[in-house]
C-alpha cells in the first residue's frame, strides 16, 4: 500500500443491498490522485455517459484526497461527481464542512453508490464498517431536522450529508446539504440521491491516515497557519467571508440584477452590502474543519415573528437571490433558510425564479399561469414559489426543471433563461469580463463560476477585462490549476489569499504521498482532470455548439454602471473559444485530440483496470 | 495561570484542538486533545468549548487515589506520569471535574488534560480569530 491513501473505496449498491469495500490498481492514485482527477476518470471508467442520470446504473461517487485529514489549510472539501441531471453532462459538486476529515478518518478514501433502493435509505459509515439504515421517519423532512435527528442518533461528532424534499422529489438543482451549514449545491447532487431514494450519509470514524512523512506534514501545515494568521488578506476575509464579493462586482458593473438585465444593484446602497448585514445579522464565524480563513458566516434573524439561524449569506445567495430578485436583507436571509432546509441550489433557483419574474414583469405570465405572484421584491411570492419547486406543485413542476426547460415549455425567449448547457450561470456579468464569458461557456459542468475564476486577474484593468486577447490560454491554464486544487481536494478559495500554489501543494503532496511532483507534473493532473471530464461531455454530445451563453449577453448592453454599454461581440467571443480550444489541443468543436489524449495518457473507458 | 478562550466568537473549524493532539501525542487524534469543541447547531448558534481551567478546587486532584495530579507554583494542575495507572481504566478525575475538562486517554494511559504546554499553548497560535489567551 502506498500513502496518502486508504485505497479503499466502499461500493453500495442500493438495488442489491450489497456493501463492499473495493481497491483500484496502485497506478490509479498516482496518475489521477484523488478529487477530479480521479473522479472524471471513474466516470469514463464506468462508462456513465451511456446511462439515463435517473438510471439505477449511475453511480454517485464521493471523493476526498491524499491531504484530506491532514492540517493541509483548505483541506475540508468533498466531491461528489456523476452524470447530472440538469446537463445531462459531467458533474462535479463539491462541500466542506467535517465531512472530508470523517469519511477519511473512517478509513476510506471515497464511496460509490449505484442502484437504487425501494424505501428510503440511509447510509452510516464508521470506521472501517458501513450500513444501510431506513431512512422511513426521515423521508419527506427538510434538511435541518434531518441532519438533527441523525446526531441524535449518531453522535455530534459525526458528519451528516443529506437532501431535503427537492432532492426527495428530482428537483433538478436539489443540493446535498452537509453539517448544517455546507452545501453541495451545483448540478443537482441532491436530486440523484432522490432518485436512489438515499436520505443521507452519516460518517464517523478515527482511523488515523497513513502518510508518508506525517509529522513533516502536520508540522508544515500548522507554520503555515501561525504565519499567516496576521495577513491582511486572511483578516480581511475572515471578517467579511464572501459577502465583499458585492463590493467588487457592483464596482465593476457586473452585479445581477433583474436577470441580468442591469449590472448595478439599487439594493446595494440599502441593504445588500456586507455592513448592514454583518451589523444587523451575522452573530459568528462558521469554519470548515480545519480550516484556518473561517469564511462561513452564522446570522440570525426575524422573519414573521420567528427567529431564524441560517449560515450564509454567501455572495452568490447575495447575488441571485438578493440583488437579481430585489428582495430585502430580511428576505434574503429568509429565502437562504428556506432553499438550504428544502435543499435547493440558490443560485439555479435565483436565477430560475429570475427567469420566470422577468416573464411576470413583461405581462408575459399572469398570476392564473403561475398560481403566484412573482414581482420584482417580493420576498413572499419568491418564497412561495421555491416550496412549490420542492414539492412539484403546480407551475413548481416546471420550475423545478431549471430555466432552459422552464422557458422552453411556457414559450419565452429562450435567451430569458440565463444558463449553459442547462446550468444556470453565477453572479458575474459576463459582458463586463471576457474571462467569464469564456469561463462559463466552457465549464465542465454548465455555468459554474469556480473553474477559473479569470476575475482575479481582470479586476484592475478595464481594458482588459473587456479585451479577448490572451483569454483562451489564460482560462486554460487557470482552469488547469484549479483542477489540480480540486484533486487534492483543496479549497480554492485558499490559493488567492495564503502563499499556497501549485508548488507549495505539489511539496504537501510529496510529504503525504512520498512522491516527486514537480511543478509541470501537478498542472498535467489538472489538465487531466479537464480532458477527462470535457471526453466525458462529448461521449454525451457536448459540443463547440454547447460553449455558448445567452444572447442576451451578445444583444442587449448593460445599460450603466462601469460596464455601460459593454456587450459580447459574437465574432470576437467565437474566436476566444478557438483560442481557447487551440491552448487546450483540442479541435475546433471543442474535441480533445488523439495527440492530446494520448501525450496526457488517457484511454477510453476502462473496465478491466478499474478494480485490482 | 489558566487557558482563557472567548467561546463566543469561535467558528468551530478544531483547529484548537488538532494543534493540542500533535503537540501532545504528533497525531491529529481528537480523542489526544486536550481542548474540544462542541457546536450546538442548528436550534442555537453556540458552541461549548471544554479544557481545564485549572480551577481554585481541584476537584480531580482530590479524586485522584495515587496523588498523581498535582499543583504546581504557577497554578497549572499537572499529571505525574510515573504515579498515575488511569485508576485501572476507571480515570476517577473525569468524573469529578465540574467542567468536563479532563478526558480519557484512547490507550489507558494517563487522562487527557491541558497542561498550557508550560505557560505556551499551541492552540492560541493557531485559532484564526486569535480567541485563546493564557491568564
Not at chain 1, 10 to 22: G, P, S, W, Y
Not at chain 1, 26 to 48: A, I, M, N, P, T
Not at chain 1, 70 to 92: A, I, N
Not at chain 1, 355 to 366: F, I, K, N, P
Request: charged share 25%; hydrophobic share 35%.
Amino acid at each position: 500500500m502506498g500513502y496518502g491513501y486508504f485505497n479503499r473505496l466502499l461500493r453500495v449498491d442500493l438495488t442489491k443491498k450489497t456493501i463492499e469495500a473495493i481497491r483500484l490498481p496502485e497506478e490509479y492514485w498516482r496518475k489521477y490522485v484523488g478529487g477530479k482527477c480521479l473522479g472524471s476518470r471513474l466516470l469514463l471508467d464506468y462508462e456513465l455517459y451511456k446511462y439515463d442520470p435517473l438510471a439505477e446504473e449511475n453511480y454517485i461517487f464521493m471523493l476526498v484526497g491524499p491531504l484530506t485529514g491532514s492540517v493541509t489549510p483548505g483541506v475540508g472539501k468533498t466531491s461528489f461527481f456523476s452524470r447530472s441531471l440538469l446537463t445531462g453532462g459531467y458533474l462535479d459538486s463539491t462541500c466542506g464542512g467535517r465531512l472530508a476529515h470523517n469519511l477519511k478518518s473512517a478509513g476510506y478514501d471515497g464511496v460509490m453508490i449505484t442502484g437504487q433502493s425501494e424505501v428510503p435509505v440511509y447510509l452510516s459509515i464508521t470506521d472501517h464498517e458501513a450500513r444501510l439504515e431506513s431512512a422511513k421517519d426521515l423521508w419527506g423532512k427538510g434538511c435541518f431536522e434531518t441532519e438533527s435527528i441523525l446526531k441524535s442518533i449518531h453522535g455530534r461528532d459525526a458528519s451528516t450529508a443529506v437532501i431535503g424534499p427537492a432532492g426527495e422529489n428530482l428537483v433538478k438543482y436539489a443540493t446535498v446539504h452537509a453539517d448544517f451549514y455546507h452545501q453541495a449545491g451545483r448540478g443537482g447532487v441532491g436530486a440523484l440521491f432522490g432518485a436512489k431514494k438515499l436520505k443521507g450519509i452519516v460518517v464517523s470514524g478515527g482511523i488515523p491516515v497513513p502518510y508518508y512523512r506525517p509529522r513533516e506534514l502536520f508540522a508544515e501545515g500548522f507554520r503555515l497557519i501561525r504565519e499567516s494568521r496576521p495577513d491582511q488578506k486572511v483578516r480581511f476575509r475572515i471578517r467579511y467571508g464572501t459577502m465583499s464579493t458585492l463590493d467588487l462586482t457592483q464596482k465593476l458593473g457586473i452585479a445581477v440584477v433583474r436577470n441580468f438585465t442591469d449590472g448595478v444593484s439599487d439594493r446595494y446602497d440599502l441593504d445588500l452590502n456586507r455592513d448592514y448585514l454583518k451589523e444587523h445579522f451575522v452573530v459568528r464565524d462558521l469554519g470548515c474543519f480545519a480550516c484556518p480563513v473561517p469564511c462561513g458566516k452564522g446570522s440570525e434573524f426575524e422573519y414573521q415573528g420567528t427567529t431564524y439561524r441560517v449560515g450564509g449569506p454567501e455572495y452568490e445567495t447575495m447575488s441571485l437571490i438578493g440583488t437579481n430578485l430585489e428582495v430585502k436583507a430580511e428576505e434574503l436571509l429568509y429565502l437562504n433558510w428556506l432553499c438550504d432546509d428544502l435543499g435547493i441550489d440558490t443560485i439555479s433557483g435565483g436565477v430560475t425564479l429570475g427567469c420566470a419574474a422577468e416573464a411576470y414583469a413583461r405581462g408575459l405570465l399572469d398570476d392564473q399561469d403561475l398560481g403566484l405572484s412573482l414581482k420584482w421584491g417580493d420576498g413572499a411570492g419568491f418564497a412561495k414559489a421555491f416550496r412549490a419547486i420542492a414539492y412539484r406543485q403546480g407551475v413548481g413542476a416546471l420550475l423545478a426543471e431549471g430555466s432552459r426547460r422552464f422557458a422552453q415549455e411556457i414559450g419565452l425567449d429562450r435567451d430569458t433563461a440565463i444558463q449553459v448547457k442547462g446550468m444556470e450561470i453565477a453572479g458575474y456579468d459576463p459582458r463586463g469580463t471576457t474571462g467569464y464569458a469564456l469561463e462559463f461557456a466552457v465549464a465542465d459542468r454548465g455555468g459554474c463560476h469556480r473553474r477559473a475564476r479569470p476575475i482575479y486577474k481582470e479586476q484592475d484593468d478595464d481594458a482588459y477585462r473587456f479585451s479577448y486577447e490572451g483569454k483562451g490560454k489564460m482560462v486554460k491554464e487557470l482552469e488547469d490549476q484549479r483542477a489540480f486544487y480540486h484533486s487534492l481536494i483543496i479549497c480554492d478559495f485558499i490559493p488567492s489569499i495564503y502563499p499556497l500554489k501549485v508548488k507549495e501543494y505539489a511539496g504537501l503532496l510529496s510529504l503525504a504521498t512520498g512522491w516527486e511532483i514537480s511543478f509541470d507534473k501537478a498542472v498535467q493532473i489538472g489538465e487531466r482532470a479537464m480532458n477527462q471530464s470535457r471526453l466525458f461531455n462529448v461521449y454525451c454530445g457536448i459540443r463547440r455548439k454547447d460553449d455558448i451563453l445567452p444572447g442576451r449577453f451578445f444583444n442587449q448592453p448593460l445599460p450603466r454602471g462601469r460596464a455601460q454599454g459593454q456587450v459580447l461581440e459574437p465574432a470576437r467571443f467565437q474566436q476566444m473559444l478557438s483560442d481557447y480550444y487551440a491552448a487546450r489541443g483540442w479541435d475546433e468543436d471543442g474535441v480533445p485530440t488523439a495527440a492530446k489524449l494520448e501525450e496526457l495518457g488517457i484511454g477510453p473507458g476502462n473496465l478491466e483496470a478499474r478494480e485490482a | 495561570m489558566h487557558l482563557r478562550v472567548k467561546v463566543s466568537e469561535c467558528a468551530f473549524c478544531n483547529l484548537c484542538s488538532l494543534a493540542c493532539a500533535f503537540k501532545h501525542s504528533g497525531t491529529l487524534s481528537l480523542a489526544r486533545a486536550a481542548i474540544r469543541v462542541s457546536p450546538e447547531l442548528p436550534d442555537r448558534l453556540k458552541v461549548k468549548v471544554n479544557f481545564c481551567i485549572q480551577c481554585s478546587q481541584g476537584y480531580c486532584i482530590e479524586s485522584c487515589p495515587q496523588k498523581a495530579l498535582r499543583r504546581e507554583e504557577d497554578g497549572r494542575v499537572t499529571v505525574e506520569e510515573l504515579l498515575c495507572d488511569a485508576c485501572q481504566g476507571e480515570y476517577r478525575c473525569v468524573p469529578a471535574c465540574k467542567v468536563n475538562g479532563i478526558f480519557r486517554s484512547p490507550d489507558g494511559a494517563r487522562p487527557v488534560k491541558c497542561d498550557l504546554c508550560g505557560g505556551d499553548p499551541e492552540c492560541a497560535k493557531v485559532c484564526p480569530n486569535e480567541l485563546i489567551s493564557v491568564a
